[in-house]
């Protein structure tokens, strides 16, 4: 026992920030009753999972991917689907539309792999414009006036629930664990395979790491997850059309989420989610009625933070841990 | 010591999450669970919350209004907007018009209490909608919902409103499937797209071929590839062979497109007699432009409001934008025979620059009608409010739109809500259908453009 | 000619006109991307900009949008010098996804002050100069379209030949081909990036001017042409003037002649043959610079 009060005592900054954001999600729904805030809070874990998702390709990976939306909407619609049409249960449905969000994204992946950049990033962006279009016109999956799914009230195995509370544990949990999964995957050696890649991948080709191989491993991750948010978010909207799922906004929102965060970085993604999206709905709430000042504010934060601090929320926060730990050395002195 | 940490920071996730799960419901809302048994079967009853608003009647009635402020559907929210904000003024402020609680102030059956907006803007996003539902009923307490025009949105913040036992009013969302979902406390005012592809578009047209045996027989359709637009074309290839025609062309289009004139040139390779279409402002002008280019135009033209109702529409094209038929909440003509609509209009022009029309025309009429509601039931109370929209039975003279409200307790819609068709004649929109009603003449075939 | 026939052959014709207003708004994106390596998310938004510019010119003063060209290319040249002095050289070394950062940023600022200060109602310039269709042998073609296109090429073909010929030009190439031996070499690098990125925006004030014409003004409206712009940058290889011009014809072909047959997928067409394309020729069409 004393040696894990020790443990704490010797934790560094880091460390007590998780300690310090576990409690804050079993706290959070304690403190915040309303409905509201617990619903803004799914949306910022969602944000935060969803940016996690992202940051296995874009942070780790290097490949600056801007069709995600094409994977969160392939798993709203194949789990609705499903739910619909033949009465399967969304965590199975959840299952199947992440292996074939993981399939297809490594089935376009594989050709575009060999493109550089923007060039790869535009290859993403024309491929989740693709997928948009034809949903938007398919008549099968509901065309342009998407899905409705029944309200059932609560239902474990609809995966519907009347309260909030139990879609916040799930998101929660679906967060912690790909925070887990991303933690353990930095460190082991596909994690380092990717940094080598994300540096330098004509090196890294030439020390004979297979580029494309791990890429196509951090796209099939980074998809399946996003693909599993994309059933969360329609069990918990109960609609799913091509503007809200498949829309470009959408992905380069996740994008944004893990890139103001800070890239790259397993913190990052929480980061920006409460930056994001969080401060969008506070802004939004206080400022919502006047036609586009909402958003003005937020792209002002927005653009400022991105000039003078690209590497974002992370850089800000490793800044102000330099600041305690000189002080702290300092007293120490 | 990382195996240690690692451990304890799990444990505490756990202990968390568990903690959170056990979290006792919210305290003040619930109050008592009414189960309600739907007509629709496959759904589940959804529990409705009914609270009870302690205390005397308050000074300040709190409404939610939920409309797209930015985003695509922006120019029409912040118009629709205005509509309720100025029925809002009317209600609160003394006017003499010859509209519900115009006249006196405030609602008299409340000790003239004032009604107070609170706006929230969903972008056009059903997950935001669902949010700003949450949030004006839960923290701002609003007691009833207005809006949203989007029925994306709709579908999402009524279910919300559903849950809680809150009045929806819905005046401008036009997707028929909103009034088949058998919820007790939504209501929409305006007709849906499934009554007026038929009672108007169809009937009307049939009563032209049977006056002015033009012997229409072609039908093309044109959609902009959105929710209103793939609706209302569904309506009109299930109903085009009922009433004898044959859709010779059928498109749909993505929105907001840079360049229509393929489009166009298919539409005139198909040459058919009638064309109905649904664009919104920006397309509507484009198509406008590249029938004129193109030189072609239908015998006879019916246009969905979404675009070609704004105003910018008309401004846009001037005379070219003559002759098309479209249906009307708005018909700024019938003013001679109800002058209190000359009256309101006026009120708008000077308050926000522009004149009423389709669109705002119907949010401005569902505040009326919300208004009118609560006034008689003499208390913010929830159920009172429903009682009392149950029993609205408002004549058509009362109101600024050529239709009374009264509504189908088993569907929410309002079964007087069938439009009447206005064209544009010399730059304005005149109503012309009925052709008993309408103080005007329809024109038809409408004339080529050399004729102009 | 038989009446489909030249239905077709206008459809083809609109498409290769279009494709040229396309290009336009493109060449500038390229030669900023080319240049300053910087990719602009913010691109469609300086066109609603100019486009708001052209409408108030003539809401104010009645001066059609083709006679406020010179105004607008002009404005927005200097506009260009401003925007690259104040924020772009800032990104200039950031990686790729900072870039997109920033300029995602200014674009939605641009587009939400535009909706903040001028509402999201749809405006019109009626009775330009320049409206209305011409027949040529039963062949419709759009006359605002044909305007804008000559402009298109007349643009291209001056900056090509300011690029190819002139000392300032030849110091953009080089720059874009090796900024550091530029500098070496003595070249006053900065200077070139202010002229470079002004002239990028010069050419969306141009297409401001010529859009004025047939299309309505509303806060988002650059945005579809900002992501044709994308494509055919990267379908052109970025840095080529004329390889956008080409590209910037395929893509107006590809999107009438997929019209034409099908409209409700025309855009996945596009993406599609953008895709295609892209995968056969990863550099782009042509080289750059």
Redesign the interface.
Known sequence: MR??IR??K??SLR?IG??AF?????????IF????FL??MI?VLLYAFLGEAWNVI?GYAGQ?ALGHAAFFGLGAYISSLLFIKLGVSPWPGMLIGALVSGGVSVAIGW??F??????F???T???A??VR??F??WEFVG????L?L????DSLSAFQF??Y??Y??II??FF?LSFLLVWKLSKSKTGFYWKAIKSDPDAAESLGIDTTKYKLISMFISSFLVSMGGTF?SQ????V?P??VLV?DLS?RV??VA??GG?GTIEGPVLGSFMMILLS?LI??RF?????????I???I??VM??YK?QGMMAILEDIKSWIERRRSLGAA | ?KG??ST??VV??V???????C?????EKVVETVVVTKVVE??????VVVTPTPGPEPEVVKIGALYP??GAG?AT??SCRDGVALAVEIINGDYDFDLPLARGKGLPNLGNAQIELS???HA?????G???A??LI??ENVVALIGPYYS?VA??AS?VAE?YGIPFVCPDAI?Y?LGERGYKWFFRTCASNKVYVEKAYMEMLKDINEKYGLGLKTLGLLNE???A???ERDMELALAPEYGYEVVVDI?Y?EKAPDVSAEVAKIKAANPDVLIQLSYVSDAILFHKQYREQDWLPKVFIVSDAGHSDPAFLEAVGADGNFLLSRVAWAADLAKVKPMIAQVNELFKSRFGREFDERNARSFTGMIVLADAINRAGSTQPEAIRKALLETDIPEKQLITPWGVKFDPATGENILAIDVMAETLDGKWVTVWPFELAPAKIVVPVPSWEER | MPPDTALILGVILSGLLMGGVYALVSGGLSLI?GVLKV?NMAHGSFLMLSMYLVYWIWRLTGLDPLLTIPITVALFFLLGICVQKG?IR??LE?S???Q???T???W??M??????LW??DFRTVSNPLVSGGLGIMGVRISFPKLVSFGFSILATCAIWLFLQRTKIGIAIRAVAQDRKAAWLMGIDVDRIYEVSFGLGLATVGLAGSLLANFFSVY?YAGDIFH?FA??IV?LGG?GSISGSFIAGLIIGLAEAVSAFINP??K??VV??I??II??LK?E?LREAL
């Open positions: 040696s894990y443990v704490i010797r934790a460390h998780y300690l576990a409690m804050f999600l079993g706290v959070y729904p304690l009753r309303d409905p509201y619903y803004v949306n874009g600056c050709p575009c060999r493109l550089r950049g923007a060039y990033a535009l290859a962006i024309a491929f414009e693709m279009v034809l938007n016109h065309g342009a006036v998407g409705r029944p309200v059932l009230g009347r309260s509370l139990p916040y544990c929660s949990i912690v978010y918990l909207v109960l609609y059309d503007t809200s470009r380069v994008a944004l890139i103001v890239m709905s939004r709430a919502g009625d006047v036609p586009g000042l909402h958003l003005v937020f792209a002002i927005l653009v991105s000039i690209p | 010591m240690k940490l304890i920071v505490t996730v202990l968390s999450l568990l903690v959170a799960a979290a006792p419901p919210t305290p496959k759904e589940k009853p959804v529990e402020l930015s922006a929210g912040i706006f929230a803007d056009a996003d059903p997950n935001i669902k949010e700003e949450e949030r839960t923290r994306s579908d999402t279910t849950r997707a499937s590839e959105t929710l637009g793939k609706m749909t993505p | 991307w990719v924020i800032h990104i950031a790729l996804v900072n997109i950062f920033v995602f940023g200014m939605m600022l587009n939400n002050l535009a909706l903040m509402k999201a806060p992501i994308l494509t990267t970025f409700a997928l855009y996945f993406f599609g953008f895709l892209l995968l990863p782009g």
